[in-house]
């Protein structure tokens, strides 16, 4: 197999489809990351199954309503025609490295899909309460016991003076 695939540390969405071609008694003892070229794979984000499981739906429906892959974007035909078993790699596989990708026997590339997105829309809310303010803060008034320290503060200051121009006078 000559593909070759780069995948970023960045790289989300993505899925990607293998067919296994083995033979069904070894599938059970399969390392998908050898054979991708990877030194190993977050089991979470790897899906590795017969596609009979999927009776009624489909792979072609798997993709789309279990793995959000827009319809337009799947080949169905293709899809549902594999039989035997699949590997699905979602991006989350890697563990945010980047990676290149080199698939060999036993897996065949199918297609690379990307997860569809719901346009990110920036609407006001539609409460008033969560619109928040921007206005700047009215300057507090002080409260009477400042006033109260202030004046008395004066009132300090001013005996102090008299005081020492007393003492000034006197010492002339």
Partial sequence: MSERFQVSATERGIIRVFA???????VDGFDPAPALGV???ESQYVELFP?????GVGLSGYMSEGLGVAETELDKSRLDALDGHVLIVLSGAFGEQPV???PKAPLRWIGTYTEEHAPVQFEPLPDAAAQGQIAPEAKKRPSNAA???RVAMMALLVIFALTGLMVWIAAS
């Fill in 20 to 26: 296994i071609d083995l033979p069904e008694d070894q």
């Fill in 39 to 41: 030194t190993a794979l």
């Fill in 51 to 55: 596609v009979s499981d999927l009776k």
């Fill in 100 to 102: 290149t990708l080199t």
């Fill in 147 to 149: 006033l109260s320290g």
